[in-house]
Nanobody, 112 residues
């Protein structure tokens, strides 16, 4: 069964950091382009970052440039999203997306 599971979300103060993880079962993440999206209440789901395969191309939305880092952990069949200097506007549910499959998301709340 193909499945994606996100983890690592939580409540953090402005300026803090979180590392989100996307774990896959049923397929090998290293052979797919993996994307992180986020959806805030009342807003559309937007791309945050993706890492391509084949190759090593990485793209970030303007909102995360300089603050977010996407990386692969091939040994554990995971992709991480390191988020630094978090802002209240980063509050959203963060989703992993691979090859037509969505995870259920992990909530990130940035609040003092």
């Amino acid at each position: 069964q193909v499945q994606l599971v996100e983890s690592g979300g939580g409540l953090v103060q402005p300026g803090g950091s979180l590392r989100l993880s996307c774990a896959a079962s049923g397929f090998t993440l290293s052979t797919y382009t993996v994307s992180w999206y986020r959806q805030a209440p009342g807003k559309e789901r937007d791309l945050v970052a993706n890492i391509h395969s084949p190759g090593t191309t990485i793209n970030y939305a303007d909102s995360g440039k300089g603050r977010f880092v996407i990386s692969r952990d091939n040994a554990r069949n995971m992709v991480h999203l390191e988020m630094n200097n978090l802002k209240p506007e980063d509050t959203a549910v963060y989703y992993c997306y691979v090859g037509g499959v969505w995870g259920r998301g992990t909530q990130v709340t940035v609040d003092s």
